[in-house]
Nanobody, 125 residues
Framework: QVQLVESGGGLVQAGGSLRLSCTAS????????MGWFRQAPGKEREFVAA????????RYADSVQGRFTISRDITKNTVYLQMSSLKPEDTATYYC??????????????????WGKGTLVTVSP
């Protein structure tokens, strides 16, 4: 089993920045894709960004393209989400997700089998 622990959420004003972190532990394999989803109150969980293990690079949702950057420190089994130019509509609980497998390229909630508990990001107007 893979355990994921997020950190870095908080309250920020519109236009500000935050960096989220997610560290994986447990039975992690080298071919681990890690990504971020978010869920706003009353809405479905949606894809934000992913760092695919092999051949597929990184991918972003259109709504965050150019504002958010995903990166990974393999030595620490940690993935980061640097969020800039934050908007009130970015307010949500952000979840770290992971899935194993060379060639994995999923962006749907159902594609991922490992989840963190989430960290709340609130962007005030």
């Amino acid at each position: 089993q893979v355990q994921l622990v997020e950190s870095g959420g908080g309250l920020v004003q519109a236009g500000g920045s935050l960096r989220l972190s997610c560290t994986a532990s447990g039975r992690t394999r080298s071919s681990l894709t890690m990504g971020w989803f978010r869920q706003a109150p009353g809405k479905e969980r949606e894809f934000v960004a992913a760092d695919f293990w092999s051949g597929h690079g990184v991918r972003y949702a259109d709504s965050v393209q150019g504002r958010f950057t995903i990166s990974r420190d393999i030595t620490k089994n940690t993935v980061y989400l640097q969020m800039s130019s934050l908007k009130p509509e970015d307010t949500a609980t952000y979840y770290c997700a992971a899935e194993e497998g060379v060639g994995f390229a999923g962006t749907r909630y159902s594609d991922y089998g490992h989840w963190g508990k989430g960290t709340l990001v609130t962007v005030s107007p």
